[in-house]
């Protein structure tokens, strides 16, 4: 089995290259990675920031859990994921997914899978700030693994 | 009896003001009897007990899930996740 | 309509990280990016390197084309393709499509439709080097547009 | 009648011997008319038949396409892309 990059959640800036170069592999011969960033508008208005707070302990299993089940779905070559915490600008980077497979086909649908695994099934929630005002993002029950 | 670490998240710790309490076990309890405990004792907690789930030791339960002593216990609200 | 990025057949080194650059956009909360390289395994054995070779002008306005057919089809942010000619070594990048857009279900669909269009109707070749020899690899005919 | 400058690549490049070439016109040509004219003339392209598609400006086209003076014909074989 080929190895794996990161997967944890950070403080820190996401750097996207970093992540991409930890999935390079010479037996690939397509690489998706997914990358999510803070939008400028929510329903409540122009966001001035999001803070992620996370279950870090929980989420970093959680991205084990994922990445184990990505390879038992379809035979790609490298997985990494990272999920950020704290408080994140408009255009900053929240998520990055990497897979790199053989086959094109195989990328999409694993990088696809994990990020819908990470935003149903992970401890992560974020507060928008809005004019002054946070609120808690709704969203769906956390999903068992 | 023992007792367990609970972790409050996001809407459940503004509700409860505390990242973290350790809480004392009754006799035998499940996830649903602490969850229940937990909505008697925090009553700003209980609008969210329709979508709140709790996780026992890293991983989400239901509520027949057994707690133990020692248990490291998650208070889990919606989440929306990326 | 929000801008676009580069949609070029070019004869340097592809730099994934300019493509992605090229997507940022305030609006978007996700982005995909599919990374081509070359693979170090051919049917015929271990791959020496891999000649591109392009029919410029008709790949670019087949850039345009399949950008256009996005748009009409998803409502995606940025969209930014690229397409390497010349001599690459294994590991090299081919080529890269990156998509941003409000959600990332449009992100993921219309990059993936990206790849498959170009895969299928841009006028560019592959001629693997393999023990010393040269072999253009065997495709489908070219689908019109 | 005009001519029209042809354009070969991968398999039909090397097949043919030539990157393009400029083909004068016999009277009203069609795309099929001026692929059974490069058959005859180059043996080595006959094998890519049934495989070639030609384009006229950049676009791919069928055999009953006609083919104008000043037209860019390309000779493309199959493609393996990325």
Known sequence: MARSGTREVTAHDIDPKKIMAEVADKDAGGTVVFIGTVRRRSEAGDVDAMEYQAYTKMAEKGLRRIEAEVREKWPVRRVSMVHREGLLKVGEVSVVVAVSSEHRAEAFEACRYAIDRIKTTLPIWKREKVRGKNRWVEGAPIKSA | ?82
Request: no cysteine; hydrophobic share 40%.
């Open chain 2, 1 to 82: 009896m023992g007792s367990v670490t609970v972790l409050y998240f996001a809407g459940a710790r503004d509700a409860v003001g505390k990242r973290r309490e350790v809480v004392n076990l009754e006799g035998k309890s499940t996830a649903g009897d602490l969850l229940d405990r937990l909505l008697r004792e925090y009553p700003r907690l209980r609008p969210m007990k329709a979508t709140i789930r709790l996780s026992i030791n890293q991983e989400v339960v239901d509520a027949s899930a057994p707690v133990a002593d020692g248990d490291e216990v998650g208070v889990l609200p919606p989440v929306a996740g990326g």
